[in-house]
């Protein structure tokens, strides 16, 4: 399988060769961001964990650009029909979790999980690895540029319910901005987009992208939408 940032002995890397300028503001989070700023949720300092990755995927769609998005079966045992990044945990095939290893299972994930080529992807960016306590994956995110764009859509419905892309003008409009609040009082971004509710992880992703880019707009942090208990 040979994907867009192939180097020459084999090994995945990042360039940003031909990106659009629009993107130059999320390359330069990529150079400047800690890990702090993007989340509370660390990597346990012992080295616990699954290690995972997502694909985050930027591409330029009938009305500029957008990010590619996949919603999860209601069936499943673990974030049932939460709309998320492509992406999962990293197999031994994936290589080292230190080195390309998280550029390859976030490609390898995004191609089983949406049908996506890989090789029209130029991956140009990783962020900080960030933890997700309730599941114990740590995750990288790897960001890539949609350089030739492929047909997505379900691969296995029992995995996948839906494949969709939302323009960053629907993720920065106010509108559809507000503040997720789970039962158990825990509270995050949220956003009200292509009849889906994007909360947790992948929303606090897309927050702090649009922050530290300078795409965010004032947005009203007290409209709250409550989350049910099997969220």
């Known amino acids: 399988m040979k994907h867009a940032s192939d180097t020459h002995d084999g090994r995945l890397g990042l360039s940003r060769d031909g990106l659009p300028d629009w993107l130059d503001p999320v390359a330069h ?16 300092a012992d080295g616990a964990g699954r290690q995972s990755a997502v694909l985050v ?3 330029e769609g009938e009305r500029g650009p957008e990010l ?16 998320a990044f492509p992406g999962g945990a990293l197999d031994p095939e994936d ?50 540029w949609w350089r030739e764009p492929s047909p997505v859509g379900v691969v296995d419905p029992n995995e996948t319910a839906r494949v969709f892309t939302v323009p960053v003008a629907d993720l920065t409009d106010p509108a559809n901005r507000a503040t997720a609040v789970h039962p158990r009082g825990h509270m995050g971004p949220a956003f009200l987009v292509q009849s889906a509710l994007v909360w947790g992880f992948t929303a606090g992703i897309i927050d702090r992208l649009l922050h530290f880019a300078g795409w965010e707009q004032p947005w009203d942090q007290e409209k709250q939408v409550p989350l049910d208990w099997r969220a």
Do not use: N
């Not at 290893?101 to 960030?130: I, M, N, S």
């Open 68 to 83: 590619l998005l996949m919603e999860r079966a209601g069936s499943l045992r673990s974030h049932a029909g939460q709309p």
């Open 29 to 44: 989070v990529v150079e400047t961001v800690e890990p702090r700023q993007l989340s509370h949720f660390l990597p346990p």
């Open 57 to 59: 995927l930027f591409g």
């Open 95 to 144: 290589g080292d979790p230190r080195a390309d290893g998280p550029l390859r299972a976030a490609l390898r994930e995004a191609e089983e999980e949406t049908g996506l080529d890989p090789g029209g992807v130029q991956l140009f960016g990783v962020l900080p690895r960030l933890y997700i306590p309730v599941s114990g994956f740590v995750v990288t995110p790897v960001l890539g």
